[in-house]
């Protein structure tokens, strides 16, 4: 903690509270995350777009990450852990994942995405159609039979 403060050009020491140094971590970090490599991109003229946060469904690396792991897992039937068996074994999954798989992943992933457009544009209509009463009715059938118009 004080290490970070100190790096950001905060005097800080050993003798103030936890409590006091926390304050100042939060008075001075920044506004929003800073990656290195979106500087870096930046700079030479790309622009950066996240995937969203813990939707593996819509990131193409998992599903080449899944391929890598079933050919380890087909090919490991020796249950040699050594270093050089392990990097071999890795280098050959590696090279399992071919230009064809990407552009099928690529596709996966555009198959899924437009179905989730699909299914927003569903739910955007549908909730705008929904009443969400969320009074609590107590009273008893008789009392809503006696107060009810008879009309009805």
Request: charged share 30%.
């Amino acid at each position: 903690m004080i290490e970070w403060l100190r790096k950001m050009g905060i005097d800080c020491d050993h003798n103030q509270r936890k409590s006091y140094l926390f304050d100042l971590i939060l008075a001075n970090k920044p506004s929003e995350k800073v990656y290195i490599i979106d500087k870096m991109a930046s700079e030479r003229g790309h622009t950066v777009i996240r995937l969203p946060p813990y939707n593996c469904d819509l990131n193409h690396i998992e599903l080449a990450w899944a391929k890598i792991k079933r050919v380890f897992r087909e090919h490991n039937i020796t249950g040699d852990l050594s270093v050089q068996h392990l990097r071999e074994l890795a280098h050959y999954a590696f090279s399992t994942v071919t230009s064809a798989d990407w552009k099928g992943f690529c596709e996966h992933i555009q198959k899924c995405e437009n179905e989730y457009w699909q299914k927003d544009g569903i739910l955007e209509i549908a909730i705008d159609d929904i009443i969400v009463n969320v009074a609590v009715d107590t009273a008893s059938e008789s009392e809503r039979d006696r107060y009810s118009d008879d009309s009805e």
